[in-house]
Structures are given as C-alpha cells and as structure tokens.
C-alpha cells in the first residue's frame, strides 16, 4: 500500500529526453545484511525507468550513481554533476518485521521535491515494488506509458520473491568482477533458476558468469562453453525481449562461439531493446573493434560512457578500442583516466601497459605491469611481461616467465596463447605459431585479439597465421588485413 504525496503544480511534457539520476537507496536500519538489496533496488529502479520509454527518458548507469553513495554532496551539487534533470531519492527502513521504501522526485535547477512517496512491504514482497515505483516516478514526468513497455516490464522479474532475492545477491558478487566473486556469483543465480526455472534474468547472469569465466578468469573454455550455452539458450527461451538477454547471446557468439555476424545482430537488438543500457553498446563497441571497425567501435564505447561515465571498465575499453584503432595517444589518455577512477583495477594497468610497449616506454610498460600484477594474478599480465622481457633482449628472463606459465599449467589451465605471446616477443615466430594452433584446438577465447594486436603484425603475411583466423571465422565476412594498416584506423 502506497502512501503517495504530490504536489499540485504540473509539469509540461518534455520536448527533449530527460535524463534522471536514481542515487543509491540509503539502508535505514535495515542491517549490513540487507546491502545487497538496496543496492539490487538501486539497479533495478535504473533498469525499469530507462525502459518505460527511452525516447523521452534517459536514466544514468549504476556505476555512476553509486559513487554518490553515503555522499555529503548536496543534491544540487549532484545533479550538476550528473547533468540530470531530476534525481530520485530513496530509502529502506526496517520497521519491525516490515520494509518501508521511500521514495523523493526532485527537480534539479530548484531543488523542487515534485513527488514522494511511501511503500510498505513483506520482505517478500518487496520485488513488487519495481513496477510500482518506476511507473509513478514517470507519471510524474508526464510520458507516455505505452501498454507493451507495461507489460515487458511485467515480464521481467520473477514472481517468487526468493528467486528474486538470490538474483539480487548473485548481481551484487557478479559486480565485483573477481573469479572468486563470480564463483559466488553462480551459486546465486542458480539457485534463483532451480526456484524459477524461467527467470530469463537469472538464466542471462548465469551466461555471463560462464562466458565472462574464460575472459578474465583463465577458465578452461572447453569446460565453460557449454555451460555458458546452456545457460543462454534457457534465457532466450525464457524471454528474448530483454537487452540483458540479447547481450549475454551476442557475448557467448562473440567470445566463444566466435560467429561475429551473429554477435553483432544480438547487441544491435540488446541496444534498440534499452537505448540506455551501458553494457549492451559497450559490447557492441568491443566487438566493432576487433572487426577493425573503428569508428563505429568508438561511437558505441563513447555512447556507454555517457550513460555511465564512471564506470572505470569503460575507460579502461575505450583504451582497449583506441588502442586497435592504433589510436596510441588517445589509449594512454583512457588507461590513464581508467587508473585514476580506481587505482586497483588491474585490466587498467594492463592495457596502459600493452599501449606503452607499442609506444617503446618498455621500462614504464614493466612498472604497470607490475602494479597490474599486484592487484591480480592473470595470465595476460604474466605473458605481456614475458614479451617486453623478449622485446627487450632480456632472453633468460623471458625464458623463466616462460617455465613460470609452464608450472602454472601444471596445476591449472593456462591459455596457450600466453606461451604464444612470450615466444612472440623473443622473435620466435615459429614456436609462436605452433602455440596459436595448440589455441585453436583449446579453443582459447585469446585468440580474438589476433584480428587487430600489432604484436601480431610481423605474422600476418605468414599463410598459416592467414589461415589460422580463416579457420576461426574471422575473416569471413569482412577484410581484416585492409583495416589494420597503422594509420588507417
């Protein structure tokens, strides 16, 4: 039941897109355990406002709102800072055995609280809630609701409260982007698909856990793959119509299925699905690169900055894209500013190195890769080490990274394409080449980046470096060795 207080001054119909700032639910007693909520509040209120209609409202990404979380800014300051138009302020208190969310519309330029209200919830219950809040929260702005968009957003959540909750949680681990948070992330997510076997949410985190696993996490992909296709095909099924759906499909084909035209027409879908879903154009940005499609690459990351630019993944890719595009200064400038959002975040390092190597700062490329290799054991950073190490003349210390990947492997999967990088970097393109096949037959999800990585480019006149990306399909249906001449991009 909603107590619903609103002014009574109307607010004309907006002539241009709105953008709003939902701020992070503020946890009113509700206890640390319950963290986890107001923050999966937080997302799914972002997530329902930007779908009620995104041409006439634009929500900013949840990476952004939450560094407003326990701020001391004014909201006049925050909403400058964001660019919005209104800003929605909430809270969950815990009243007895009750949750009560309250909820504030706030008109930026003078500090006018257009709308509040109050809702009194179960604890499981409270996933009912979303629909409700959102759906008042854009009355208030005067749009369009349109009965399809309605009932999409009823098609989203669950109807069981206890998948819902675990969904929450697993979304909380997922964001982390750790292997030991992803593992617990799994859990999660399967745990909400054995109590709603059609939760096409919980099916899509589970699809980006497996896929994501091989990526970041060294997993093996022979071991991932099916999972991962498992888990995708059960949330098509469940429902095609959302853009985290189409983004977890157009992520399995593009990692590692490696059918890109395929990859391309699932985030195209997930992007007119939800115009402000960061993620989906950020992955359309990825993929366009290693297309060496560069300046299409470039307007989707920028899109996935503007509706979320503090999200430090985003900088840290635009850095990635810039640096396919041999764009090198411009590479430096987005590690750099990735580096600074979050000096932990160990991919920043990582692609501010592999830009300095190309740029022959070697010295300077060590010392990220060191900062890199501090905040998380990866093989990439183990390899790039290895190559700058060969790049270098330093032959026995490129050797010892070499046996270091070797006894790693001995006790768990190590990418080939590392021991491939190494063998690059010390001019022994021979060794090198035989460890990309020994790729292929592992099906290492490394092997993409051979489409537009300039530590390849001594290889690309070879006929069996041709043939190996003919092999995995990446030259079918456009030419790659046209669009990586440097300069070109």
Not at 13 to 26: D, H, K, S, T
Request: aromatic content about 8%.
């Amino acid at each position: 039941m909603a107590e619903v207080r609103t002014i009574s001054q109307r607010i004309s119909g907006p002539a241009q897109p709105v953008r709003i700032g939902v701020l992070p639910f503020e946890n009113i007693g509700a206890g640390d355990d319950r963290e986890y909520l107001v923050d999966g509040l937080t997302e799914e209120t972002i997530v329902s406002l930007g779908r009620i209609d995104p041409q006439h409202l634009s929500t900013i990404g949840r990476t952004t709102v939450m560094v407003y979380k326990r701020s001391s800014k004014s909201l006049a300051e925050i909403g400058r800072e964001l660019d919005a138009v209104y800003l929605v302020e909430s809270s969950l208190r815990a009243e007895g055995v009750r949750l009560r969310i309250t909820s504030r519309l706030i008109r930026v330029r003078d500090q006018l609280q257009i709308w509040s209200a109050s809702y009194d919830s179960e604890p499981g219950s409270i996933l009912a809630l979303q629909r409700e809040l959102s759906q008042a929260i854009a009355e208030q702005i005067r749009l369009t609701l349109s009965p399809e968009r309605l009932q999409a957003l009823g098609r989203r959540q669950t109807q069981s409260a206890e998948a819902y909750n675990l969904y929450l949680q697993g979304r909380h681990f997922w964001q982390q982007l750790s292997p030991p948070t992803t593992k617990k992330a799994i859990e999660y997510f399967a745990r909400a698909t054995d109590l709603d076997p059609s939760y096409a949410l919980a099916w899509s985190g589970l699809a980006d856990c497996y896929t994501a696993g091989p990526v970041n996490g060294d997993a093996p992909p022979k071991m991932f793959w099916p999972k991962a296709r498992e888990a995708t095909a059960r949330a098509v099924s469940a429902e095609p119509g959302l853009a985290e759906v189409q983004t977890s499909l157009g992520s399995l084909k593009f990692w590692l299925d490696w059918d890109w035209p395929a990859a391309e027409i699932a985030y195209r879908n997930a992007v007119e699905l939800d115009p402000s879903y960061p993620l989906g154009h950020r992955m359309l940005g990825v993929l366009l690169s290693h297309m060496c499609r560069h300046e299409e690459a470039q307007a989707s990351i920028r899109r996935a900055r503007e509706l979320d630019p503090l999200y430090v993944m985003h900088q840290s890719l635009s850095s990635q894209i810039a640096f396919a595009a041999r764009d090198y200064p411009a590479a430096v400038q987005f590690a750099r500013q990735a580096i600074v959002v979050d000096p932990d975040f160990w991919i920043g390092q990582l692609h501010l190195a592999q830009v300095l190597v190309e740029l022959g700062e070697m010295n300077l490329a060590l010392a990220a890769l060191n900062n890199s290799g501090k905040l998380g054991v990866n093989s990439k950073v183990i390899a790039l080490r290895g190559y700058v190490f060969g790049r270098l003349g330093r032959s026995e210390e490129a050797q010892n990274v070499l046996q270091t990947l070797l006894a790693i492997a001995r006790e768990r999967y190590v990418p080939p394409y590392a021991m491939a990088m190494v063998h690059a970097g010390l001019g022994q393109f021979e060794l090198a080449l035989q460890w990309l096949e020994r790729c292929y037959d592992a099906r290492d999800v490394h092997l993409i980046f051979l489409t537009m990585d300039p530590k390849w480019d001594p290889l690309r006149s070879e006929p069996r470096f041709s043939n190996l990306l003919r092999r995995c399909g990446f030259v079918q249906a456009w030419l790659i060795e046209d669009r990586i001449t440097p300069g070109t991009g």
